[in-house]
């Protein structure tokens, strides 16, 4: 076996993702912790399929062969909320029957409620939110909502995280600044990322390795 | 951030023992949930046909009869006025069916574009939730020789002075059990058609293509009619079978607005079931299997005038006639959706009338005196039926709704729908006749435990409860963003926390509808509660069908305005949550608002 055990990384090891008999995509890539591998590709070309076999989701018609090792612990096949890997999309996807402390308590592991609510409070501040503990999710802009997604995420104490087109909703100024707190927040924690992109700037942002997808072979 | 928010990511606590059983218990529940939802409808349904076919052919051993023969159906068809019986459960079925459908096409065709459309929707929408009985009962006060109608009539057009002697209700063609079943049915169609194509692409392609006959210079109906209807047809199919299939052998309906002698097949099979007469339950049941054949014949007949229509008007789609008199079916349809709206209105009007009525002298179109008297005794009497009506309805819609939910997140969790087998068995208690396997099924129930009355009524009202719940359910979840439960999933939520705390509150409005739709069918369901309770059990529904035919009209109109009240106060609570909802959702906008500027003071 080839894989090294390395503290924090997300080895994807020869990857075959099949649709019925076809081949979908190939991929053989490690990702050390604070890297970003960028994956790109027209849509169609399985950004999507790839994504979610990594969260162990793969929708029924697909078929996977490889393995994926995450912090050195084959992974493959244990379920998707066992894994540790957070996602962040490009909705924010919070929960608007939770406040905005509820959304990210919901996604800390269990212990004293207080020091959790301290803990929230100050990673609200330093994202620039100090204050807004008890609002509803909808009560905030596109940007704030962002940056709580991507609170919700770290304080779940993740081991690796998949962004899913995650910027292209928001206007460009705001794109930057939210681009630059996640890749930020992301290489202070030593994760490994995987990002699903279309965007050249996020690929250039993401200052890291880039895969390719291929166009799928047309049915004639 | 200053402070490491991952400090100790690497070494997570592992689960904890009590949390892997709950997880490995949820996900067995899960999976057993669908088959067990097969089961609890199809066990019934087929033991109770099965408990109908044994004595239709003689054996029927607590009679000491076990020798299989065909007397029943010799007794059948010497019966007088069989022939009779089937031509009117036949044609009243098919022939308010069929005006239903029009009704509904041409509502859908001239108002498809326009706001009336989402206001007859609103107008109709409360009388689905009308029990049978209760719409009976409304429309017999109307049509009677001394109802509205009459009064608003007389004495300026008919020259009455009092009451005359005219053919409805109970005339013995079925004109009345007709008018009666089309007004139930032309809503529930509606309805379902309507919510069928609120689906939000196939709204879009829709809208789309009309607007593209319109601008090829098709007239609105007849661009309905030739680019919008061949689209929503398929949708209306199954709607318009259940529909037949429950007209063909409906008993409320019959029982209130039909003829005696003969009546239609359905109320004499009851009939002949109640008999003091053991004998004759070798043919009722004979009847039974009778009826099974009517409505499958009335089924039948549809698809066949499916076909032919399909078949004659396929050429005239593109035949390029823009227009078949628009103008002339326009004012038609007007006119026929204000009287419509004047019949139903008036409808209820007079059963609110006769509920206060004191002395009311004919041909007058008010009361002469008003009263609660009616009101007050009704009210003293009716508790027990009520209780027992609230106390049913909740168990069978709470059942329903918790095999449902697991039913629908076992479909989520496997990321596949129902088998087809199973979606055809969803609507299974909706197409077989319910009176053609209830007496099968309550002799079941009696060989089983017969002691156990409430549980046999709820169990057997939850076959007709949980087709609509789910039916009513299945739309939001399948629509339910997947996205949410895989952020929640890569958060370390397990199934059993995100079915709970992340799919079920966002499903919050769809439950809380599906809930007060599975109460109104337990209140309004009159058969299955008769028969499996054996009388023994009152509810306002038994109550109101069996005080409908009695001496006193006032006191049948307070019963029968309880019983749409029943339902009535169900959707006015979700109503108003939604309303809430809606409000706190606008406020939470506003504060977007005031939020985003005050981040851009900031910067």
Known sequence: ?220 | MSHNLTSNFLNTPPLKNGTKRLDTLFSAVVKFSPKLLVAILILPVLGGLLGVFLPAFGWLPALDRTQFGLQGFQQLIQTPGIAQMIGLSFFSSIISGLLAFIMTILLLANYFDSPWLARIQGFLGPILVIPHAAAAIAIAFLITPSGMIARLLSPWLTGWQSPTDWLLPHDPYGISIIMGLTLKELPFLLLMTLSAIAQPDLNLKLRAQYRVALSLGYYPITAFFKAVLPNIYPFMRLPMLAILAYASASVEMPLILGPNTPPTLAVAIMNWFHDVDLSLRIKASAGAILQLFITLSVLLTWWLLEKTTQAIISKSLSNGQRTYGDTFWTKIINIFTLLLSCFITLALLGMVFWSFAGYWQFPLALPGQWVITHWQSALLQIQTPIINSLSIGLVATSIALILTLLTLEFEKQNGAQLSRFSSVIIYLPLMIPSIAFLFGLVWLQEAVHSKATFINVALTHLLFVLPYVFLSLATSYRLLDPRYAQVAAGLGASPIKIFLQVSLPQLLMPIMMASALGLAISFSQYLPTLLVSGGRLNTVTTEAVSLANGASRRTSAVYALIQMLLPAIAFSLIWLMSMRKKRQKAQAKRNNKTASYITKVNR
């Open chain 1, 1 to 220: 076996m080839s894989h090294s055990f390395e503290i924090n990384s997300l080895q994807i090891e020869n990857l075959t993702i099949m649709r019925q008999q076809t081949p979908l995509l190939s991929l053989n890539e490690t990702i050390k912790g604070g890297e970003v591998l960028t994956i790109m590709g027209p849509s169609g070309s399985g950004k999507s399929t790839l994504l979610s076999w990594l969260t162990g989701m793969l929708p029924k018609g697909f078929k996977a062969d490889g393995q994926l090792y995450l912090n050195g612990a084959n992974i493959t096949k244990v379920a998707s909320y066992q894994r540790n890997i957070g996602l962040l999309f490009q909705d924010a996807l919070l929960f608007s029957h939770l406040s905005v402390a509820g959304n990210i308590a919901f996604a800390m592991p269990k212990s004293d409620n207080k020091a959790r609510a301290i803990k929230i409070s100050q990673a609200l501040a330093d994202v620039g939110l100090a204050g807004l503990e008890n609002r509803q999710p909808e009560s905030l802009s596109g940007g704030q909502q962002a940056r709580v997604a991507l609170l919700r995420v770290l304080l779940s104490q993740p081991k690796a995280i998949l962004l899913d087109e995650p910027f292209s909703k928001l206007d460009s100024q705001l794109r930057q600044e939210t681009r630059q707190l996640v890749f930020e927040q992301i290489r202070q924690h030593q994760l490994p990322v995987i990002m699903v992109t279309h965007d050249e700037s996020d690929a250039i942002a993401a200052n890291g390795k880039v895969f390719h997808l291929k166009t799928p072979q047309q049915d004639i």
